[in-house]
């Protein structure tokens, strides 16, 4: 170990211990963090994992591709050494005394079922917990949980792999539980956090959980308030970990002055918002789910559709838009197999407007379409010179638009959305708020994809499983659940934008505030103008009543308020419900005349009952208003006759024609007809619609006894699948035992051919194995070396391959041993040395005879180890 390295730790001089945990599953974690571990830190690696003790691990071979620290396995009395990656064995438990191992048998200390990350992670509690980390990975059980609450309490950093990046998450799952994490994280993050840990001590752990400090929260303002990007959703240490990479390239010693290059310098906050902004897209990414996406969802959304309303898909984060190209070319190819020709609409949302442009303008390079198959290719693309261009009725049915996932309201209506690898980025609520927001735009049956390493959380029972490893989901109700967050947090924005201008607004300061002072101004002055209005009204305007055609009350005026009742019904404001019982009659015949198209202004004198049996005469004059809204206007003017008037000394009001009784029994007549057409019309309609009511259910109930007949043979077939199920993986279990038992075979095979070819290279004796008819079946590395023997010799005659001996016809002398069986010797020089050959038959086993046949056997002494 370095100086540099020991003085980083403290007065102890410590070996810094990253001792890691693993069961089923754990193969790829492992290989993920030494891919992404440095090879010279200093720090010691001890790997403990579940081994079958009749399997030799290949852990070693598989580890030494992704590292080049030196990879032991742990024995007894084994010293710790850094830059090492230590391995355990099976069928011991190992523990870490002072720096060196010690190895145990399982079953010498008792009956319990062994736990062997448990008992290491017991045996570091005496170590300086600053340079002690202990890592739980993918496996079953809860081996690793017990010792990591002994080092959680004794104040070392405990890590857990993220559940849902976890082929088996019950080990992380139950240390999580148990309380004893200090930080939960994906494998690829583990080293750098470590370093965090080694480098700070104590204070690293603070690191792992929040920014670094002032400057970080500092530039995350400066991209909220240029790019309205709320970057506290995402996860802190990618986050963290851009801005450091980003200061890097820029030779800045520290986050501090980083802050400040950002604060006058727009080209480096655009560089870190676009590095920020993780792009990755290409067209048919994982081809595989390409195809379960259109086997499984848009051709059954091609299959169901029988209306004329396009199809509707969200693509949120779509980046430079390949994807959202690949899905419209499979929607319109399976549109086009089922020769239907219904539109769709894509919409592709992205928050990054550069990004945005790129897809809006649907122009590749050769390298981008590389993946397209070349027939839909040459469908879909335009060539010119060396790049393509999508097609013009292809990119017409895709919306590209700038939209926050986060934060802005989702899209309604939609048979599908996909988001691929976008929440691995964001955390635990986020996460949840964006599949609320899914959820909720979905239609019943509506189908969402998502990346192979995400899951829909909580949601999981609004959803049903489509295909687990591509992540296809289809919305299994009707339900519009919308998470209260997401209504809370937008809430929270607005009442904070009206308090200040903040640097989380998703629009410019200025702007608003001036937008609220002119929503202010505009709606004091609304108010003092309409009361100016009703001065006015109450001043100057007649006694009336302003009515519309459907019977609704606007307004009244001066003296006409004694002939309106709204104490008894403030909800329905009509002629029935709140005008005299006295002048309704009149005021519907005006309303009739004014729906029939007559425009004329009419009056009518009327005996209106004022109460304790007191009469008092009102003349009504009905003018028509507004003639262009669907409601029409029209204006009730009510004028008092006084008692020294008779009626035969007034005339009608200027303008104001009389109308008789028999006019108004006439026009009331025409109307009571034209109801009683309609309603027998009506009437008719409804008998109709009844009776294919009737029928519809008649074939429903046909339809659902069909449906019960095939579901109750789908449950056969599913009982008798079962079955087979179970058949074959006992069959599979039985052919994974055999095939361990090969492999011992095979290796023990390999092992006595070693054997056997290192005896012959010792006694100097070649040997070659020919068949009954004189082919060479095997030949010993002697042999070949001498005569120039390769591989594919094997098989060929014997005459033909070997070489003609002055002293002996080899091919003849092989015969006559395999037709005597009995063994013949010949000797004689062959290019300077001399040979001795010896021939003897031998039965050989064949897998097209039945019988086993004679082959011989021919050896070479005296060979030498060099080529003639």
Known sequence: MTDASQAQHGDSHALPVVALGASAGGLEPLEAFFSNCPDSTGWAYIVIQHLSPDYRSMMDELLSRRSKMRIEHIEDGMRLEPNTIYLNQPNQTVELVGDHFVTTAFG???????????????????????????????????????????????????????PAQAAFSSMPRSVLTAGAVDRVLEVEEMPEAISIVFTMGKKGRGALTEMEGSASQAILKLLERKYHVDFSSYKPINVQRRIDRRQHLRGLPSLEAYRVLLSEDANALEELYQDLLIGVTEFYRDPEAIRI???????ELVERSDDDAPLRIWIPGCASGEEAYTI??????????????????????????????????????????AKVPAELRAKYFIQHRDQYIIEPKLRQSIIFSVHDALSDPPFMNLDLVSCRNLLIYLNEEPQAR????????????????????????????????????????????????????????????????????????????????????????????REMLIAGYDALLKRYAPSSILVTTDGHVLSWFGAASAFIDTMNNLAEWTVDEIVHRDLQFPIKVGMERLRQGVLDISSREVKVDMGG??????????????????????LVDITFREASETDAEDDPPKSAKPISFNEDVLLLTRRIQELERDLRLTEETLQHV??????????????????????????????????????????????VTLSTEHELQIDKLSELNEHTDTVLRKLRVGVIFVDSDLRIRRFSDLVGAHFLLEAHDVNRPLAVVTPKLSFIDLPKLAREVISSKTSRNAEGDHEGHHLRIEVHPMMQKSTTQAEPTTGAMLLFHGIDTTPA
Do not use: C
């Open 108 to 162: 010498e200390r008792g009956h319990r079922p062994p736990m062997p990350i448990d008992a290491l992670f017991r045996s570091l509690v005496e170590r300086p917990p600053e340079a002690t980390v202990a890592i739980i990975l993918s496996g079953s059980g809860t081996d690793g949980t017990r010792g990591a609450q002994i080092l959680h309490n004794a104040d070392a950093t405990v890590l857990a792999q993220a």
């Open 293 to 299: 996406l259109r086997k499984d969802a848009l051709d």
């Open 328 to 369: 419209a070319i499979e929607l319109s190819e399976a549109l086009e197999a089922a020769r239907l020709d219904r539109k769709f609409r894509i919409i592709a949302t992205d928050v990054h407007r550069r990004s945005i442009d790129i897809a809006s303008a649907g122009i590749y390079s050769e390298t981008s379409v």
């Open 434 to 525: 964006i599949i609320s927001m899914f959820l909720f735009g979905l239609r019943k049956d509506g189908f969402l994809l998502l990346g192979p390493s995400e899951t829909i959380g909580r949601f999981g029972p609004e959803f049903k499983q489509i295909n687990a490893r591509w992540r296809l989901f289809q919305k299994a109700s009707s339900r519009r659940v919308l998470d209260r967050n997401i209504l809370s947090h937008q809430l929270g924005s607005a009442t904070r934008n009206s308090e200040r201008a903040p640097v989380t607004s998703a629009r410019p300061a200025p702007r608003r505030n001036a937008a609220t002072n002119s929503t202010f101004f505009d709606m004091s002055h």
């Open 613 to 634: 049996g007191r009469l008092r005469s009102v003349v009504l004059r009905i003018e028509p208003l507004d003639q262009l809204t669907r409601s029409r206007l029209m």
């Open 690 to 735: 009844t009776e294919r009511l009737e029928a519809s259910g008649e074939e429903l109930q046909a339809s659902n006894e069909e449906l019960q007949a095939s579901n109750e043979e789908l449950q056969a077939s599913n009982e008798e699948l079962q079955s087979s199920n179970e058949e074959l993986h006992a069959v599979n279990e039985e052919l």
